[in-house]
C-alpha cells in the first residue's frame, strides 16, 4: 500500500512595501523557499491589509515583512497585528515565526516591538530576525534567500 501524501503546509509571509526594498528581499525569500528538495510546502504573500485571521489560522509558519518607520513596525503591519491578535490568541500558540525588516538607519524598535507583540501571542521565533539596513545588495538578498530556505526546509523536515 502506497503512504499517504503528506499535507501542504502553508508559509505565510506577510509583506508590506511602499518603495519596494522589502518587497525585493521577500522575492528572494520565496525562491529561496521554493529550493530543490523542500516539498510539501506552499509560500503564500499578502499584504498585511490582504492577510487576515483565517490566513494566520491556515498557516504552519509567518514570516513578517516589513519597514522600520519612525523607530517602530510599519503602520499597516502593526493594523494587521492588532487585527489577529484576539482572535488568534488561542488556537496559533507556537507558531514558528520569521521577521524581515528593512530601514534606512535602524531596525532595532521594529524587531523589538514586533517580537514584543508575538511573544504576546505565544509564537515561536526560529531564526534570528533579518534586518537590513541601507541599499540593499546581492549580499542582503543572499541572506533572504537563505532564510526562506531555512523556514520552508524546517517546515518541509518537520523541525518546527
Ligand atoms: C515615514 C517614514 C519613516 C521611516 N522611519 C525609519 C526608521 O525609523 N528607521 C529606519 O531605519 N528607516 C526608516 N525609514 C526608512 C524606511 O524604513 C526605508 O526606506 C525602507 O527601506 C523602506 O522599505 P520599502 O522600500 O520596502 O518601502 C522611514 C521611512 C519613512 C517613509
Not at 522589502?22 to 503564500?44: D, H, K, N, Q, Y
Not at 515583512?65 to 510599519?74: D, E, K, L, R, V
Request: net charge negative; with cysteine; aromatic share 4%.
Amino acid at each position: 500500500m502506497e503512504a499517504a501524501p503528506t499535507p501542504t503546509r502553508q508559509l505565510l509571509v506577510v509583506c508590506q512595501s511602499r518603495s519596494g526594498g522589502t518587497a525585493r528581499l521577500v522575492e528572494a525569500f520565496v525562491e529561496g523557499a521554493a529550493s530543490e528538495g523542500i516539498e510539501g510546502v506552499a509560500t503564500r504573500v499578502l499584504a498585511p491589509l490582504d492577510a487576515g485571521v483565517d490566513d494566520v489560522l491556515g498557516a504552519a509558519a509567518v514570516v513578517l515583512a516589513a519597514p522600520a518607520n519612525f523607530g517602530m513596525i510599519n503602520g499597516l503591519m502593526k493594523d494587521f497585528l492588532e487585527r489577529i491578535y484576539h482572535p488568534c490568541l488561542e488556537a496559533t500558540v507556537g507558531t514558528p515565526y520569521a521577521l524581515v525588516v528593512k530601514g534606512d538607519t535602524d531596525g532595532t524598535g521594529a524587531v523589538r516591538d514586533t517580537d514584543k507583540i508575538l511573544t504576546g501571542l505565544r509564537w515561536k521565533p526560529v531564526q534570528p530576525p533579518l534586518v537590513v539596513i541601507g541599499p540593499l545588495t546581492g549580499e542582503h538578498l543572499d541572506a533572504a534567500r537563505e532564510l526562506g530556505a531555512t523556514i520552508a526546509g524546517g517546515l518541509a523536515f518537520d523541525l518546527w
